[in-house]
DNA sequence: ATATTTATCTAAATCGTTTACGTATTTTTA
DNA sequence: TAAAAATACGTAAACGATTTAGATAAATAT
């Protein structure tokens, strides 16, 4: 490798000179930077970024923490997706994304906290389930700049997606569509699940929806099997649901199997709908009615927030960033409206 | 941050002794290791990457390239699973991973091999859709340790998906319900596309079929849009096949929507099967059939013997490592032997 | 009693950068 | 024209680790 040393070298000036020169400094005329910079591509030069980072404290390097139950949150559409945007987002700006390292299973395993000084990451991203694990928290906790996805904690920049207006705007869809009697399967325990919830019921009372307490029903999310349980569950009523609400698209897909394996027919029989938007519930048929999160830009706030901030920490606001969902509106609801007042 | 330099003026020996200490030499005493330890975890010491990378020319990190047609291979179902395990697999050698950067926008941007070096990767792990490009030949012509997935290069380790053998199961099995007229979707001129296009010819050679050549089309992988236009023009055929193969589960719905629109019933009236063995799959009605691929062994064989590669040069053997998949019998394949000898 | 070995530790060089400061030369200013 | 200021470059220390060669003291051999 051909390091500024021998960069000197061929240009007969000192390494001080070479190092200046590179990083475009004003005390370095304009011939020589010209006649440095041509020998460096001439030479196939390239900075060491070990050294370079070792040297200033900066590693243009951000560390990204997705973990879901099974580990590592890399098959979870959803994370995939914002991962995939926040990636792009801090390529342009030139940092390079390094996963954190979960495996706990060695005994000398740093925390998350260690290994992103180990690393010596600029900034770290959190997306995760358990934003309770104390692991997580000592991280939150440190003064590297930190956001954190879709859960907000104290002093520290959050994006989330709008559970709030998202949920409101899927039952105020379904209601609109005449239903009156409205399962909702939620997902476990997390912040997204409280807010999902607390809009359902919120907005059912706002438009004069009674809840009983049996079309609330829990399943983990992307559990398939669960709301496939759930689902029969709720058939099973008395007074069963005209239209069930999932955790999440593909967990949604149990529930479907469910319904169609006691012969019913979506949407003429029962309405069903998912949260998330995945790709692939718009290429099924039929396609899933949904909230659509905009992955893209969760992603994308999520990096550039992250970036102004390690880059100009005093010139930045600490706040959550709240992204809209958009409602994709399948053919899974179907239109009642004119059975209703029976 | 606590350096070694404070650990050793703690402990009242010199940096050396720390070192050695810590890294378990045989020149320090047990007694002096201990208390060089346990002073270490007292002041929360944690080594420095950057610094030990600079000196040791290793980083204990591995670049990882994964690029499909949409820039990323984040959201790609296929690489993400491989990537899990891939990640998982180094995670436990203590290694960490990094995402190469493929930003291509900037005037300044290193080219992928560039970027390796810069960032100082023991290793690159590579699955891209296009080998062909210059960059990436670069990258796997240079002298740092690569392991591509799902293509072969000379001199270089390589994980591939056995998709003869696994194009061979699949028309064997819908050979076996009956079939003799398969049709054929086939993704985008690459290897991989090349080895099922083969296999495919062979086997149907092999079991005595005649492959028309208006059975096989084109489509790029994931295209919904494209195997629905495709599978149209087969069921125009004037005399359209019983069974049509997908290039991927997810371009499979795709044909699947075409059919169901001309009202024709899977698997009563015509059958189908994708590649590829995609979870959602499993749970979507009909089940689809397919083969599927063994990702978490894809991953973990080209960690293990990219790190091999690593920490053992001259004893690695460079070859292909041929993980096989398995055919999942969903329920697009109808059995229509009965009515096979008319 | 001296020489040799062994065990334990230290000093210093080094990896490839950045940067505060020093110095020589040129230009500006009074 | 001398002093002040600006320009362009060099020197050397530092970042935090590893590693080699060598120092010292204790143990063993001659």
Do not use: W
């Not at 949150?73 to 390094?98: P, Q």
């Not at 996805?149 to 705007?169: L, T």
């Not at 999932?246 to 949260?275: M, Q």
Request: aromatic share 8%; proline share 4%; net charge negative.
């Amino acid at each position: 490798m051909v390091s500024m040393k021998d960069l000197a070298a061929a240009c007969n000036v000192s390494i001080a000179t070479v190092s200046k020169a590179l990083n475009d400094q004003r005390d370095v005329s304009e011939k020589t930077k010209e006649m440095v910079r041509k020998k460096a591509k001439e030479m196939g030069y390239f900075p060491n970024s070990a050294a370079k980072a070792l040297k200033t404290n900066r590693s243009y390097n951000i560390g990204v923490l997705f973990v879901d139950e099974a580990q590592s949150g890399l098959t979870h559409d959803f994370f995939a997706n914002v991962l995939d945007s926040f990636k792009r987002t801090i390529e342009r700006k030139d940092y390079d994304l390094t996963l954190i390292n979960c495996n706990k299973k060695r005994s000398d395993s740093m925390s998350y906290l260690e290994r992103a000084r180990y690393r010596g990451f600029d900034g770290v991203a959190i997306a995760c389930i358990d934003f309770k694990d104390p692991e997580v928290i000592e991280l939150v906790d440190s003064n590297i700049p930190v956001v954190t996805i879709d859960y907000i904690f104290n002093n520290r920049i959050a994006v989330i997606s709008d559970n709030i207006k998202g949920m409101h705007d899927l039952v105020t869809y379904v209601y609109g569509k005449g239903h009156r009697k409205i399962a909702y399967i939620h997902g476990r325990d997390s912040s997204v699940t409280q807010a999902r919830v607390s809009s359902f019921y919120t907005t059912c009372a706002q438009l004069g929806i009674e809840v009983p307490e049996e079309y609330i029903k829990e399943a983990k999310y992307r559990d398939t099997k669960g709301t496939y349980e759930k689902t029969l569950e709720l058939l099973d009523l008395p007074d069963p649901p005209t239209c069930i609400l999932y955790p999440d698209d593909f967990a949604g897909f149990g529930g479907i199997n469910a319904i169609r394996e006691r012969g019913l027919r979506i949407p003429e029989d029962i309405s069903v709908a998912g949260y998330d938007g995945l790709r692939i519930g718009r290429h099924l048929e039929p396609r899933l009615t949904t909230i659509r999160q905009d992955t893209e830009k969760i992603g994308r706030e999520a990096a550039e927030n992250l970036i102004h901030l390690i880059e100009h920490p005093r010139a930045t606001i600490i706040r959550p960033i709240v992204v809209e969902g958009e409602l994709y509106e399948g053919e899974t609801v179907g239109d009642i409206s004119r059975d209703e007042d029976e």
